[in-house]
């Protein structure tokens, strides 16, 4: 997988990208990263790459051109996705979209934004990573890139762990433990040191399912509400809930 990142803040990029299991699967070539710099492609001694914006009003608007001029001479791989507050929001849905692609790139804006001229002539897609403002891109960029490499066959030691993971089916996780299994008089569920498989299982579906029903009613509410067996393992393990309206 081929990934560019076009961004006034190389350095956040690469910083981030090169520690723990990223830094791991770029190594082994599952993906690589390219990053540009408009600031690399303009043609003013100031090296400028913002400007007012038409019609006044506060802030700087990253300018058409260094853009532009970027694009033409690096051909970075499309699809090209501008991360906006007022994109599509970043879900794990749109990571396996993004995961099954060859490539992407990834424009950060900075300032008050991008000029709508570079999004409507080079962007494909924006994409949100929440209704709140950052202060620039690269945030939402990593958070695209991770979300989606981590999914990426042969990046996480075991494939399961993201095949297990919270809304891979539609719930929130199960709980975790670990040794020990008193801690401060803290004991962790008797199911999990049973050493009974079948039944661990079942207790982590009813488990993943009264925390999503607790936490993400609406996502109980997308999988069409509680099927009779999840009722039954809810009660079963003794979990007792009120499903919201
Ligand atoms: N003036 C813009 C608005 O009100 O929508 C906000 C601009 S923000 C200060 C600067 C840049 O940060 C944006 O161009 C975008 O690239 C990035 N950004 C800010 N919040 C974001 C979010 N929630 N999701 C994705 N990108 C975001």
Known sequence: MQIAVISLFREMIDGYLSVSVLSKARERGIFSVDIYDPRDYTTDVHRTVDDAPFGGGPGMVMMCQ????????CNPP??????????????????VELSALDGFT??????????????????????????????????????????TVRLVPGVLGNAKSSSDESFADGLLEYPHY????????????????SGNHALIAEWRK??????????????????????????????KHGYSYKVSE
């Open 206 to 235: 009813a488990a993943a399912l009264y925390r999503t029903l607790v936490n993400r009613p609406d996502l109980i509410k997308a999988r069409g509400g509680l099927s009779e067996a999840d009722e039954r393992i809810l009660a």
């Open 178 to 193: 670990t040794r020990p299994a008193s801690f401060m008089g803290l004991g962790v569920p008797e199911v999990l040191v």
């Open 106 to 147: 990834l424009l950060c804006g900075r300032y008050e934004g991008l000029d709508q001229r570079i999004i409507d002539q080079l962007v494909d897609f924006e994409v949100s990573v929440g209704d709140y403002v950052l202060a620039g891109g690269e945030l939402a960029a990593l958070s695209v890139i991770e979300s």
């Open 78 to 95: 499309k699809p090209m996705i501008a991360l906006s507050p007022g994109g599509r929001r970043l879900d794990h849905s749109l990571a």
């Open 66 to 73: 260094p853009v532009f001029d970027l694009v033409a001479e």
